[in-house]
């Protein structure tokens, strides 16, 4: 089956440390999406990327690292610099950007930092 | 700057009770507009969508929105509300069409009564 599978689903890590989150996409899909999540706020871009080797900063970029290395594949560090990182972090990805627009999420992951 | 506002933060429904949840945007062309669900923990399902053409659209689950351009909605509405229904709905529209970029409003949690 097609879609986008992030892991692991809890993660949990101490002040200070670095922590990377998984996104992995067999849906062919060119652009792909990471979001931040807090209750009340909706959904806030982090980064982006619309082509392999490619990505760019979205609103709340800071404390944050991607890498664009494989079309399927699209991780996420969360650094400690980011001041806040406890959050729900959703991947998205879209066939190509310009196209349909819709977005496919996979199932989140939620990372608590003590 | 483009925004999405969804009013109303919480809703509480009878079971077989109808619901409308609202969405408002700012935007200055035509708007590509979406409803996503989220079960709690969840990534977001895609509801329904509009493009162009027919104002009203049918989505999955026996959804349906309405664009009405005068008043800058896109209204959720389902007849009739089944408990498997509660969740986080959110509504979001194309911030840019060579990015795919998203903008999501904060999000309406349904509550279902029995």
């Known amino acids: 089956d097609g879609g986008i599978t992030q892991s692991p689903k809890y993660l949990f890590r101490k002040e200070g440390q670095n922590v990377t989150l998984s996104c992995e996409q067999n849906?062919?899909?060119?652009?792909m999406y990471w979001y931040r999540q807090d209750p009340g706020q909706g959904l806030r871009l982090i980064y982006y990327?619309?082509?392999?080797?490619?990505?760019q900063k979205g609103d709340i970029a800071e404390g944050y690292s991607v890498s664009r290395e494989k079309k399927e594949s699209f991780p996420l560090t969360v650094t400690s610099a980011q001041k806040n990182p406890t959050a729900f972090y959703l991947c998205?990805?879209?066939?190509?950007?310009?196209?349909?627009?819709?977005?496919?999420f996979g199932p989140g992951t939620r990372l608590t930092v003590t | 700057a483009q925004s999405v506002t969804q009013p109303d933060i919480h809703i509480t429904v009878s079971e077989g009770a109808s619901l409308e949840l609202r969405c408002n945007y700012s935007?200055?062309?035509?708007?590509?507009l979406f409803w996503y669900v989220q079960s709690p923990g969840q990534g977001l399902q895609l509801l329904l969508k509009?493009?162009?053409?027919?104002?009203l659209v049918q989505g999955i689950k026996g959804f349906e929105a309405e664009f009405k351009r005068s008043q800058s909605s896109f209204n959720l509405r389902k007849p009739s509300v089944h408990w498997s229904d509660a969740a986080e709905y959110f509504c979001?529209?194309?911030?840019?069409?060579?990015?795919?970029?998203?903008?999501f409003g904060q999000g309406t949690t349904l509550q279902v009564k029995p």
């Open positions: 990327s619309q082509i392999v080797n490619d990505f």
């Open positions: 935007y200055g062309a035509t708007p590509y």
């Open positions: 849906l062919n899909h060119d652009a």
């Open positions: 979001a529209v194309v911030l840019s069409s060579n990015t795919g970029k998203l903008i």
């Open positions: 509009y493009f162009s053409g027919d104002t």
């Open positions: 998205a990805s879209t066939p190509a950007a310009g196209g349909t627009y819709e977005q496919y």
